[in-house]
């Protein structure tokens, strides 16, 4: 015969019991009430070995001493091992994640993302960071493809912080310029270093307009300049794709030496230098292969052509190559490379030619 037991949790850690409720002979598996002393189906007696303690009074509970706790993954009534040490390395790192949080946001209110050129030319608003300011002032040759944010980014790869500006309507000549409401203040709201001065694409190449326009007008904002403390800086800029044939300039290659002379005479005169953009740009069109430096409209510049623009200012102004920069505005790298050595070829080949003497 066999006891057997129903058995419950006890809500202070033992075990209720009822005493034996019932018995099953191990011979024909008859179930019957545990007050038998004997199997009523085949007869067999009960055994001491199983024999069952007298019943308990109606509802007076039976408390059994809990087993020893399991081991891991047994008995799904153990309880699981200490976790203070686990907890204690939680807290911890959640202390160091806190202080982390905490020093990330101090750092970037007082020093914002863009200070950090995670994204770019940081700037000049980094505290006691060494950068240069530069103001364009022209038309669209200078915001086409946003040139000074080029040469803002293509700066910043060579290890330079640079804070630019533009006066930059389309069509606009020096004497508009000059005359606009705007210039002055501008000129005198920031310590800028250079000051580029950009006329009108047509102008530079006709003499009658270059002196009756141009050069008036460009003696009295380099004076301003300088006034303010700044360098004035001429930009050379590139022939039409046709030329000019109404004007008698029927080709490229004449048109751009007209435009040379415009911008050479008068900056010998006033002892400015010169970022010569258009020059370069010949370099690089009297290849056999060339990357297409106009649009369709034979006048502005495709991205190639601000890049080649770009590369022009930076050796001009930090007076150093941009052979081998990594910032290439999207081109091909080997396009780009072409763009830098044209650049610098030109420029640093003869700094003299262009005024760049200090």
């Excluded at 007076?60 to 809990?66: C, K, R």
């Excluded at 007082?110 to 980094?126: D, I, V, Y």
């Excluded at 000059?178 to 210039?183: F, G, H, N, Y």
């Amino acid at each position: 015969m066999k006891r057997w037991r129903r058995v419950w949790r006890h809500p202070g850690g033992g075990i209720l019991g009822l005493a034996v409720v019932d018995r099953v002979c191990t011979r024909c598996w008859t179930w019957f009430p545990g007050t038998l002393g004997s199997c009523p189906q085949c007869g067999a007696p009960l055994t001491a070995a199983n024999a069952a303690a007298p019943p308990p009074a109606v509802g007076a509970p039976v408390l059994v001493e809990p087993p020893p706790p399991p081991a891991a993954g047994g008995h799904p009534f153990g309880e699981p091992p200490p976790r203070r040490a686990t907890r204690r390395r939680g807290v911890i790192w959640l202390r160091w994640v806190l202080v982390t949080a905490i020093l990330a946001t101090v750092a970037l209110a007082l020093f914002p993302m863009p200070q950090l050129g995670l994204w770019g030319n940081p700037g000049c608003s980094f505290p006691g960071a060494t950068c240069t300011r530069v103001l364009f002032i022209g038309n669209s040759y200078t915001s086409v493809n946003d040139l000074p944010d080029t040469f803002a980014d293509l700066a910043w790869a060579g290890g330079h912080r640079v804070q630019t500006a533009a006066l930059d309507e389309g069509g606009w000549t020096l004497s508009e310029h000059l005359s606009a409401a705007e210039t002055a203040p501008t000129i005198d709201s920031e310590r800028w270093d250079d000051v580029v001065l950009q006329e009108q694409s047509q102008i530079p190449s006709l003499a009658v307009d270059r002196t009756g326009l141009m050069y008036p007008a460009a003696t009295k904002l380099v004076a301003m300049i300088r006034g303010k403390g700044a360098q004035p800086v001429f930009y050379l800029t590139f022939a039409h794709e046709a030329g000019w044939p109404e004007e008698g300039l029927p080709a490229y290659s004449t048109m751009q030496a007209a435009i040379d002379a415009g911008y050479i005479g008068i900056a010998d005169q006033l002892g400015v230098p010169v970022a010569p953009v258009g020059a370069a740009w010949q370099t690089v069109v009297d290849a056999a292969s060339h990357p297409a430096m106009w649009q369709s409209d034979g006048s502005h510049p495709t991205v190639s052509g601000t890049y080649l623009a770009a590369c022009v200012f930076y050796a001009t102004l930090f007076r150093h190559s941009p052979v081998g920069l990594g910032y290439d505005d999207g081109l091909p790298s080997g396009e780009a490379r072409t763009l830098q050595t044209a650049a610098a070829t030109t420029v640093l080949g003869d700094p003299a030619l262009w005024g760049l003497t200090g």
